[in-house]
């Protein structure tokens, strides 16, 4: 079975800080999909970014940064200067076994940047 | 915009009537997915089609849920005498390639039992 962790519920912050928010995942698949999704308050879940097991090289897109650690089964995301259109709920998800595409969502975490 | 297309955002219905919501995915997509989405949780998943085919349905999917995908297109969500615990958002989902490089989402349905 699949398990995505995100143990902060909620995380405040002021604009131009940087924020991590966490992700530990569980999974006994060799070849699994880790994915980072922003739902803001309109509701549609935007797609951040994929990471396949075999890449744990980290990622910077912008102000956006992910680090992929097998070790520690974990794939944070951290948001740098952060700024108040960054509020929204930030989930991370795992695909993994026979469904390709089949995700397992963690409970998300609320980010609010406060001006 | 992904191009995932939900139709009604949103629903407002009194218990026990049935409600249905239509997804249209990107077109090409071979693969169409079910979430539903509650308040406070992530998307859980629901079912999947491959073309017109469903391939899996999760223990959510009571038998008063029922989903279709005619010609492999747009797939269409039913709940039969619907529940106040129906109340959530369900979400499609649209998948690129096989291995599902990139997942797109449509806005969801909205769905609120009275």
């Known amino acids: 079975a699949q398990k995505v962790t995100q143990a902060q519920t909620e995380i405040s912050v002021v604009e131009k800080e940087d924020v991590t928010l966490d992700c530990v995942y569980e999974t006994r698949d060799t070849t699994y999909y880790l994915f980072w999704y922003k739902q803001p308050p309109s509701g549609e879940l935007v797609f951040l970014i994929r990471r396949n097991s075999f890449d744990e090289q980290n990622e910077i897109s912008g102000r956006y940064s992910w680090n992929f650690q097998k070790s520690t089964s974990s794939f944070n995301f951290t948001i740098t200067a952060s700024q108040v259109v960054d509020s929204a709920v930030y989930f991370c998800a795992l695909s993994a076994g026979g469904t390709a595409s089949k995700l397992t969502f963690g409970t998300g975490t609320r980010l609010q940047v406060m001006l | 915009d992904t191009g995932v297309s939900q139709d009604p955002r949103h629903k407002i219905t009194k218990r026990g009537q049935n409600v249905t919501f239509r997804c249209d995915p990107i077109s090409e997509h071979n693969r169409l997915y079910w979430y539903r989405q509650t308040l406070g949780q992530g998307p859980e998943f629901l079912t999947y089609f491959q073309n017109e085919a469903q391939l899996e349905k999760s223990r959510l999917l009571s038998d008063r849920f029922s989903a279709e995908r005619p010609k492999g297109s747009f797939s269409t969500l039913e709940i039969q005498r619907t529940e106040q615990g129906d109340s959530a958002m369900y979400l499609c989902?649209?998948?690129?390639?096989?291995?599902?490089?990139?997942?797109?989402f449509g806005e969801g349905s909205w769905l609120t039992v009275v």
């Open positions: 989902a649209s998948p690129q390639g096989f291995s599902g490089n990139t997942i797109y």
